[in-house]
C-alpha cells in the first residue's frame, strides 16, 4: 500500500514507523492496539500538519482518506488525539518535534 503513496506521505509514514518501531506494513494495517492506532493517527498528524501536496497545498481530510483509505472522520479523529496528547505527554512531544524535523 505505501507504494501508491504520494511520496510525501510515504517519507512521513516512514519516519513514523522509524521514531515508534511500528512497521509500516502493520502500522497501515486495521489492528487497533494502543502502539499501532498511536502510529498511524502521529502519520495522520504529521502529513496534515507538516506536510503539502506536490502542489505546494495543504492537504485535504478527503484526499488523507484516500491515502490512507480510511473515513475522513477517523483522519479527523486521530489528528485532534495527537494534538491533544501532544500537549500532555512528553515523549510524544520529543517523537513529534524530531519528526516535524525530517520531513
Known sequence: MIATMPPEVQRAVINVSDATGIPVR??????RTAPV?????TAYWLVKRHTRTHTGREWTLSEL???FRRDRGAI??????I???ITIDKALQTITEKLKLSL
Open 37 to 41: 492506532a498511536e502510529a498511524r493517527m
Open 26 to 31: 502493520v502500522m497501515l494495517s486495521r489492528r
Open 76 to 81: 479527523n479523529h486521530g489528528i485532534h488525539v
Open 83 to 85: 494534538e491533544d496528547r
Open 65 to 67: 482518506s484516500r491515502v
